[in-house]
């Protein structure tokens, strides 16, 4: 019989190595026949362009999607809660949609590539600004200078909680309209842009009232409104179908994208007939301009997104996530702030005690660890400290339930 000391020792160890169980799913992934990790190693070194990098240490070829989950070249099963960067919006290879089934197997980023025009840090080659191109002080409740509440069930710790607009929104709207008025060139202003609730920068939220305030000085100004709904349109924050519905006015112009297409390459911009016009000044052209069948799978994500209630599958499923994150949250240090609405979530890991961002390797340890547990998570924010939660809107409460426990417990692997 074991001694106390060996039984504890013994209960520490399957503590320590315990991992939980994937929810079962009813799917015979297809064998895997392409060519193996050393040879796509050697291909990439070869042949394509160092700014395609692997995310994990140990990388993954993922070949088959079905839904909310994604397979390897080994047939094992891995929970997407990331949707290749949100642009899953209505599961892998959904029965419905034709067209991206047969012409995108699935759609991923792994290895991924770096994105176009951003001012989040990490993604900025080491040239000079754009001309023309101004930053806004950001607006962030979490490290902000004014701090502030914002639109989410998770407030950052001792946080105001104001009835209304937040009283932060008037400081920070306030260095916006010094902004417009001592940098950008007099009667200049051609318009903001702005996320409702930035995606890249890890799911971070203004105070409440900051972007209507935003509205309202570049009307003032005389430019327009640019509400990048990329990441947070076609329903994932919820409440409301567009991000900005949140905020209570209507942008002059609205970009779409990603989620549009399941992960067919589809994006679209909106906007009122006068400002269209005005494009019109000179000649536009684009190779890759609409076409039907970009069209189609379009239409069909959109009835989807109806026919399947996913909004309202956003609001509860993200309500719920965000509540076991909060109690993740009280046991965790590391787990500096929990943001975001609907299935839109961030988790901005820090060095306890501090608002420090995570150390890199640290982060990394964590993120390959929530690999090895099979799921798959995004990575963000201006330090790479941020693990964001985006995943196709047909996750349920099991899937939910499974990431928790994933995440708890790769947080119990690395103590830092
Ligand atoms: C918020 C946001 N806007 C715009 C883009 C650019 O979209 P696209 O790659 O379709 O040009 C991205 C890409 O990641 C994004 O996240």
């Not at 019989?1 to 399957?14: D, G, P, R, S, Y």
């Not at 067209?99 to 000079?128: D, E, H, K, M, W």
């Not at 947070?232 to 006015?249: K, L, Y």
């Not at 609907?342 to 005690?353: Q, S």
């Amino acid at each position: 019989m074991a001694n106390k000391a060996t039984k504890c020792c013994f209960n520490h160890f399957i503590r320590r190595f315990s991992t939980p169980a994937i929810p079962a799913y009813n799917f015979i992934p297809k064998a895997y026949t392409g060519p193996s990790i050393a040879k796509t190693d050697s291909l990439k070194l070869n042949h394509i362009s160092p700014v395609v990098y692997d995310l994990y240490k140990k990388p993954l070829i993922i070949h088959q999607g079905s839904m909310q989950w994604l397979y390897d070249h080994e047939g094992r099963r891995y929970l997407d809660l990331f949707g290749g960067i949100v642009t899953v919006s209505v599961g892998h290879c959904h029965p419905w949609i034709g067209i991206p089934t047969q012409v995108y197997q699935i759609t991923s980023f792994y290895p991924r590539l770096r994105p176009g025009l951003t001012s989040t840090q990490a993604y900025r080659q080491p040239n000079i600004s754009h001309a023309g191109f101004y930053n806004a002080l950001l607006p962030d409740p979490y490290r902000g200078i004014w701090g502030g509440c914002r639109d989410s069930l998770s407030q950052v710790p001792d946080a105001c909680s104001c009835r209304g607009d937040c009283v932060t929104s008037d400081k920070y709207a306030h260095q916006l309209s010094e902004l417009l008025e001592n940098s950008v060139p007099a009667g200049r202003v051609a318009a903001l842009f702005a996320e409702s609730i930035q995606g890249v920068n890890g799911a971070l939220q203004f105070p409440k009232g900051y972007l209507r305030k935003a509205y309202q000085l570049i009307k003032n100004y005389g430019g327009l409104y640019v509400a990048d709904e990329v990441q947070t349109g076609f329903g994932r924050t919820g409440d409301t179908f567009w991000g900005f519905e949140n905020q209570g006015f209507t942008p002059d112009i609205v970009t779409m994208a990603k989620g549009i297409g399941n992960g067919f390459p589809l994006a679209a911009v909106v906007t009122t007939k006068e400002i269209a016009a005005a494009h019109a000044q000179a000649a536009y052209f684009n190779t890759f301009g609409g076409n039907p069948l970009a069209a189609a799978a379009g239409k069909a994500v959109l009835e989807v997104i109806e026919e399947e209630n996913l909004q309202e599958n956003n609001k509860v499923m993200g309500r719920y996530f965000i509540e076991q994150l909060m109690e993740l949250q009280k046991i965790h240090p590391v787990i500096g702030d929990v943001r975001g609405k609907g299935l839109m979530l961030g988790l901005d890991l820090i060095k306890p005690g501090t608002k420090e961002p995570m150390p890199v390797d640290q982060f990394k340890n964590i993120f390959e660890t929530i690999k090895d547990l099979g799921v798959l998570i995004g990575r963000g924010g201006r330090w790479n400290n941020v693990l964001r939660i985006k995943p196709p809107m047909c996750i349920n409460k099991q899937d939910v339930d499974f990431s928790i426990s994933v995440l708890d417990e790769a947080f119990k692997r690395h103590k830092y």
